[in-house]
């Protein structure tokens, strides 16, 4: 009866490591998302939103009929496109909300006139953690005007530097903290030359970036801005292809 008992038991362990095996097997399945995505003259083909589960492994499978540049916000991811070829980003969805994959749109239907608010194209940071600084010294050239810049990661927090000759600082420093505004102050008038110091005081990772968002948020930056500058303002440096939506 022993030696029967033992077998029984052994039978029941063996049986119950297989149905544990076969469950991770099919959780592995489940936690994998391949997306397809298809670009057309610059416009993605069917929906523009996608949605994940939070703890998916997610694949985003580009093709696009013309090179361009990509970038997933939130995750900060960024790839480039070749033309008629195939390019996958891929990362774990751990954190839940929404995500913009934008293109960078080229400078070259800008005039140099507006330079200033083209996406990065007077400086960018690289990623900041809490306690870390950027500075960038404004050329003494410029002539007077805005910058608008915003925080790259999530593109929702924007700022403004007014350069002008009858400014009275000439350095200034501007705190990055966890709140709605990000920046404080989110304006500053500083003099041709000077130079501006961010010092992260955030948990959160932020990129300041020159120039407008994307056009979606150019309402956000005309209202920061308020009557600082007088003139009208490009649609900015990039455009949103498609969201990520990366559900609980």
Not at 46 to 64: A, C
Request: glycine share 10%.
């Amino acid at each position: 009866m022993k030696f029967i008992g033992n077998i029984f038991l052994a039978s029941v362990i063996l049986l119950t490591l297989i149905s544990l095996g076969c469950g991770d097997s099919s959780t592995g399945e489940r936690n994998e998302n391949e997306i397809l995505i298809s670009i057309k003259n610059g416009n993605v083909q069917g929906h523009e939103i996608v949605g994940v589960k939070k703890g998916q492994q997610v694949k985003l499978n580009f093709t696009s009929d013309q090179r361009m540049s990509i970038h997933l916000h939130g995750y900060d991811i960024e790839a480039e496109i070749p033309m008629d070829k195939s390019e996958t980003i891929e990362f774990e969805a751990h954190a839940t909300g929404r995500f913009s994959v934008t293109t960078h749109i080229s400078d070259d239907n800008h005039s140099s006139h507006g330079s200033q608010e083209i996406h990065a194209k007077l400086f960018e940071s690289p990623t900041l953690l809490e306690g870390d600084t950027y500075s960038y010294t404004v050329d003494i050239g410029m002539n007077p005007g805005v910058i608008p810049y915003h925080d790259h990661m999530s593109h929702d927090i924007l700022g403004v530097i007014v350069t002008s000759l009858d400014a009275s600082e000439d350095d200034v420093s501007i705190i990055i903290k966890g709140d709605e505004q990000l920046f404080h102050p989110n304006e500053v008038m500083v003099r041709p030359g000077a130079t501006i110091k961010w010092i992260s005081k955030n948990p959160d990772k932020v990129r300041i970036t020159s120039g407008n968002p994307p056009t979606d948020l150019q309402s956000g930056l005309n209202a920061v801005i308020h009557g600082a500058g007088n003139g009208e303002h490009a649609s900015g440096g990039e455009r949103t292809l498609l969201t990520v939506e990366v559900h609980p």
